[in-house]
């Protein structure tokens, strides 16, 4: 049985607007997060980290933003395409693990929705799918409320 691991990383800033995107969830806020896509920069995090584990580049040459049929993407579609991508090279994902960085809105009344979201797009128990939520203490970019930053890991397996 080979393992796999993968992280990601994305970041998105803040642009007018009155709501955000996150692991599948749209919630209300001062700002909306600018992007080619809806900015769901979780979602972002974790294709990468799957992208990376099964070692076929990254979320940006799978989806290039100079594609204009990416405009306004569903970020939970681009998800369900790297899943397929995944399952084209015999992987599957035993668990994802992921930390959103944001000053505000609040993410945690809203981390049951998002792991619902997740561990449906990747054909796992929602036990499987971990998302927390942390401030930075008001310290750089997301500490001064400029964007939000997502971190993601996940290991697969192609048993
Ligand atoms: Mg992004």
New binding site residues.
Partial sequence: MNLRIGQGL???AFAPGDHVVLGGVRIPHTHSLA???D???AI??LCDALLGAAGIGD?GSQFPDSDACWEGAD?RDLLRRCMSLLHDGGWRVLNADLTLVAQAPKVAPHVAAMRANLAADLGLDAGAVGIKATTSEGLGFTGRGEGIAALAVVLLTDA
């Fill in positions: 994305d970041v998105h992007a080619h896509s900015g769901d920069c972002h995090a979320i970020s």
